[in-house]
């Protein structure tokens, strides 16, 4: 039995779908949030949008709504490191993250789609 065949005979359609935006939406958060690092040597973070009125503030937005997910859970687990963090924070910030997640992977599969590179 195929790994398809198996989880298809497990999941609905729907709940398919819906595993798979969550994981193209924490891949996508992982994607722009290590290449931010790569490209400016520093961390992304959500202080990026208290810089004040300028044009980098607003690019910034789109950026941080997509890469939320990863700058979340990152937070949360140097939270847990540094601080000792109780389990409830850890798991509502990992639920919260992954909701998160599914809403930015719907957009991008959508947006995937609507481009025609995935049918």
């Known amino acids: 039995m195929s790994p398809e065949s ?3 005979g497990i999941l609905s ?3 398919m779908q819906s595993f798979m935006a969550l ?3 924490f891949a996508f958060a992982g994607l722009l949030a290590t290449g ?3 490209f400016t040597e520093q961390p992304p973070s959500f202080r990026l949008v208290n810089r004040g009125p300028q044009a980098s503030t607003f ?3 789109p950026f941080l709504i997509f890469s939320a997910p990863f700058i979340i859970m ?3 687990i140097r939270g847990a490191r540094i601080e000792g963090r109780s389990f409830g924070f850890a798991m509502l910030a990992t639920v919260l993250a992954g909701l998160w997640s599914l809403m930015s992977g719907t957009v991008v599969v959508m947006a995937l789609e609507a481009s025609r590179i995935i049918p």
Do not use: K
């Open 36 to 38: 931010y690092q790569y």
């Open 13 to 15: 359609s729907g709940s």
């Open 74 to 76: 990152r937070n949360t």
């Open 6 to 8: 198996f989880l298809t």
């Open 59 to 61: 690019a910034a937005v």
């Open 23 to 25: 994981a193209i939406g």
